[in-house]
């Protein structure tokens, strides 16, 4: 015979948040043409179809950064690469852009949520004026 159960503790918070990312390994972007990033795999490729990731949980993604290799270009050349989080083939608001002698970029303000089974992807578009083919690497918070 089983005796009495015994009291409830307080409530978990549901597990903590986490660190995601990717980049593309030793590949550098293509200067002239969208370009598309994965999560973990290293890698860039020119369809999206190739880069995408299924998110296995549902959360939040914030705190997006992104670090070239080197600089899009010189002062005053207006070369850069924007990057922007792309949910299920769509653009969201969390974007952010290196910019001529700019390596680092940030967008701490904008987040976007995620349910388990959506596709991820970090799209890349260079400028115009074809900035440097560099390699990059992204880091984001992920929050379920």
Same mark, same amino acid.
């Given at each position: 015979?089983?005796?009495?159960?015994?009291?409830?503790?307080?409530?978990?918070?549901?597990?903590?948040?986490?660190?995601?990312?990717? *980049?593309?390994? #030793? %590949?550098?972007?293509? @200067?002239? $043409?969208?370009? &598309?990033?994965?999560?973990?795999? =290293?890698? +860039?490729?020119?369809?999206?179809?190739?880069?995408?990731?299924?998110?296995?949980?549902?959360?939040?993604?914030?705190?997006?950064?992104?670090?070239?290799? *080197?600089?899009? #270009? %010189?002062?005053?050349? @207006?070369? $850069?690469?924007? &990057?922007?989080?792309?949910?299920? =083939?769509? +653009?969201?608001?969390?974007?952010?852009?290196?910019?001529?002698?700019t390596?680092?970029?940030?967008?701490?303000?904008?987040?976007?949520?995620?349910?388990? *089974?959506?596709?991820?992807?970090?799209?890349v578009?260079?400028?115009?004026?074809?900035?440097?083919?560099?390699?990059m690497?992204?880091?984001?918070?992920?929050?379920?």
């Open positions: 015979m089983a005796g009495p159960t015994g009291p409830t503790g307080p409530a978990g918070s549901g597990g903590g948040s986490f660190i995601v990312g990717g *980049g593309t390994g #030793g %590949a550098n972007l293509v @200067a002239n $043409a969208l370009n &598309f990033v994965p999560m973990f795999h =290293g890698g +860039d490729f020119s369809t999206e179809a190739e880069a995408d990731q299924v998110v296995p949980v549902t959360g939040t993604l914030s705190y997006f950064s992104v670090r070239l290799e *080197g600089s899009p #270009g %010189a002062a005053a050349s @207006a070369k $850069a690469y924007t &990057f922007t989080v792309r949910k299920n =083939g769509a +653009d969201t608001t969390i974007t952010c852009m290196t910019f001529e002698v390596m680092n970029c940030s967008d701490t303000t904008n987040s976007v949520g995620f349910s388990a *089974g959506d596709l991820i992807t970090i799209g578009q260079p400028s115009l004026a074809n900035p440097a083919p560099l390699a690497r992204w880091t984001a918070k992920f929050a379920p």
